[in-house]
C-alpha cells in the first residue's frame, strides 16, 4: 500500500455530545456513526480556545496556544507570518496535492497557507462585508456561483433569509437544497476529486460553514427535529458568576434568558444542518468509492469548537464549558491499512494540535519540532499506550477577562481572570456541569489539588497570573501573546 489519500473534515460549531454514536437523546448521525465505526472516536476531544481563528492555528499549527499565541478571538493578523509550519505545508512538501474547500476563516482571506488551490465559501467573510455586496465576490467562491445558478439572481446571497450568523432564530433554508453552502461543499469535494492530480496522494482539507448559525437546514432536516421534547434548560448554581453579562431576549446574545420555543426551534435547526451534513459526508465517502480511493484514504472528522445552546442560559462559544470545548473527534485509518483499530472508543483527553502530527505520523511524514500536539497514530492503529496527557490547559479571552481551565477527562476546573472566579465540575457524576464543588467545603483538598495546578500552568505567562504562588485576578488581558504580537506586527506594511 502507497502513501495514504488523506480527509481532514472540519465542521463549525459542532457539540461534542452530538453524535447518535455519543448516545444524545436526539441527533442522529448515520454516516458518522458508520465512519467512527471504521475507526476510533475519540470520547474526550476539546478545544483548548474554543472560537473559530483559534481553533484553527491549533489545527493547522499542531501547537498550543501557549505556542502559537491565539489566546483570544482577532482578525486581521496575517496567518502564515504568525504560523509558518502548518500540516498542509508538510503534506505539500511530503509530495501530496493539498486542496482545501470551504471555511478558512485566516487573512488575508485568500491566503493558500500551503494548499495548491482553495475554493473558499466563509460564512465569516460575508457577514463581515455585506455593505460591500458586490465588492465581496473577489474574497468568496460560493456567492458568485450561487448567482449564475437558475432560480437564485444576480443579487442572490445565503443571507437572503435575514437571519444573522450569531442569532440563535431559526428557520428552513430558502432556496433549493443543492444552492446550499452545505451542499455546495460536498459537490465542490466530488467535483474536485475529477481534477485531483492522480499520479499523487492528496491531502483535502473539507472544511464546512455549519452546522454554525445561521441555523438554515432544508426543510426536511429543519421538520425532522421540530417534533423532538420541548427544551428544558440545563441550569447550575454558579451561572450568578456571569450575570454583569447578562442580555435577556437579546437573540444575539452570548448569555441571557431566551424564550424557551425560541430555543426550541434553534435546537431544530441546529440538529437539522448536522443532518444535512451527515448525508453529505456519506456522498462524499461514496464518491471515494466510485473513484476507487476509499480502500486506501485516512478520514478524521472534528469541529473548531462547540455550542452552548442554551446550556446555562448560554449560546456560541469560547467558554469553558462542555458544550463549547468539547468536540467531535473521529480517525479513521484507510480501509486497506491491516494494524487499523475498528469501532474503538478511547477516553483519553485529546485536543485538535494532536491532529496534526497523527495524519502525518499515519501518512508516514515526519512530524516537525514545532509541533506540541501528541500523535495519536498508536491508539488509531489499536495500541492503547496509555494517557495521551494528564491535564489539558484551556483558555479564551472573553467577556473582557481570560477564562483559563484544566481537565483530565474526569475533573474540570475554571478560573475567571477578572475576578478570580473558581468553578469545579465532576464529570463523571455530573457531565452538564450543574454542581460548583468549589463552594462546597467537602471538596476545599480537592479544588486546592487544581488550584494549584493552575498556579504552576501560569506561572511563567507574561500577564502576569501568578504572584508568590497565588493566583492573581484583575491583570491586564491580551489576544495575542507578545511572540505572536511582534510576529504580526513585522508582517504588517509600514505607514
Not at 498542509?88 to 482545501?100: I, P
Not at 455546495?184 to 496522494?201: F, L, S, Y
Amino acid at each position: 500500500m502507497g502513501r495514504p489519500n488523506v480527509i481532514l473534515i472540519c465542521v463549525d460549531e459542532w457539540r461534542g455530545d452530538c453524535l447518535s454514536s455519543d448516545g444524545h437523546p436526539y441527533v442522529e448521525t448515520p454516516h458518522l456513526d458508520e465512519l467512527a465505526r471504521s475507526g476510533v472516536r475519540f470520547s474526550k476531544g476539546y478545544s483548548a480556545t474554543p472560537s473559530c481563528v483559534p481553533a484553527r492555528a491549533a489545527l493547522f499549527t499542531g501547537q498550543s496556544q501557549e505556542r502559537h499565541g491565539r489566546v483570544g478571538y482577532n482578525d486581521g493578523v496575517p496567518f502564515h507570518a504568525v504560523h509558518p509550519v502548518t500540516v498542509q505545508d508538510e503534506f505539500r512538501k511530503g509530495g501530496y496535492h493539498t486542496q482545501a474547500i470551504g471555511k478558512m476563516h485566516v487573512w488575508p482571506e485568500r491566503s493558500r497557507l500551503g494548499f495548491d488551490d482553495v475554493i473558499l465559501h466563509d460564512g465569516y467573510l460575508h457577514h463581515a462585508r455585506r455593505e460591500h455586496r458586490q465588492h465581496f465576490a473577489m474574497f468568496d467562491d460560493y456567492v458568485p456561483w450561487l448567482r449564475k445558478q437558475p432560480g437564485a439572481g444576480p443579487d442572490a446571497e445565503y443571507f437572503d433569509h435575514g437571519v444573522n450568523c450569531n442569532s440563535i432564530v431559526a428557520r428552513p433554508w430558502d432556496k433549493a437544497e443543492n444552492l446550499h453552502p452545505t451542499h455546495w461543499i460536498g459537490t465542490q469535494a466530488i467535483e474536485w476529486m475529477h481534477r485531483r492530480d492522480p499520479v499523487k496522494p492528496f491531502f483535502l482539507y473539507l472544511s464546512f460553514h455549519r452546522p454554525h448559525p445561521p441555523y438554515d437546514p432544508p426543510s426536511w432536516a429543519f421538520e425532522q427535529y421540530l417534533g423532538i421534547p420541548d427544551y428544558e434548560p440545563v441550569l447550575g448554581n454558579w451561572e450568578h458568576h456571569w450575570d454583569e453579562h447578562r442580555k435577556d431576549g437579546d437573540y444575539q446574545a452570548s448569555y441571557g434568558r431566551m424564550p424557551d420555543h425560541v430555543v426550541h426551534r434553534a435546537r431544530a435547526g441546529y440538529y437539522g444542518l448536522m443532518a444535512q451534513i451527515d448525508l453529505q459526508i456519506n456522498r462524499i465517502r461514496e464518491s471515494l468509492a466510485d473513484f476507487g480511493l476509499d480502500g486506501n484514504t485516512v478520514i478524521a472528522f472534528t469541529s473548531d469548537h462547540g455550542e452552548m445552546m442554551g446550556d446555562h442560559r448560554m449560546f456560541r462559544k469560547a467558554v469553558p464549558y462542555e458544550g463549547s470545548a468539547r468536540i467531535p473527534f473521529i480517525i479513521a485509518n484507510a480501509p486497506a491499512a491491516r494494524d487499523a483499530a475498528r469501532g474503538a472508543v478511547v477516553d483519553h483527553v485529546v485536543e485538535l494540535r494532536d491532529i496534526m502530527p497523527t495524519l502525518l505520523d499515519l501518512a508516514g511524514l515526519p512530524i516537525p519540532d514545532s509541533v506540541d500536539g501528541k500523535s495519536l497514530a498508536p491508539l488509531v492503529r489499536g495500541q492503547d499506550t496509555g494517557a495521551v496527557r494528564q491535564v489539558l490547559h484551556g483558555e479564551h479571552l472573553y467577556w473582557g477577562q481570560n477564562l483559563h481551565w484544566l481537565t483530565d477527562g474526569h475533573h474540570k476546573y475554571i478560573w475567571g481572570s477578572g475576578k478570580g472566579t473558581e468553578e469545579l465540575f465532576n464529570l463523571d457524576a455530573d457531565p452538564q456541569e450543574r454542581f460548583n464543588l468549589a463552594e462546597d467545603p467537602a471538596h476545599h483538598h480537592q479544588l486546592r489539588l487544581w488550584r494549584g495546578r493552575m498556579v504552576e500552568t501560569l506561572q511563567d505567562r507574561e500577564e502576569g497570573y501568578v504572584a508568590d504562588g497565588a493566583l492573581v485576578p484583575g491583570v491586564p488581558v491580551v489576544a495575542m501573546l507578545r511572540h505572536a504580537r511582534e510576529k504580526a506586527q513585522a508582517a504588517l506594511p509600514m505607514g
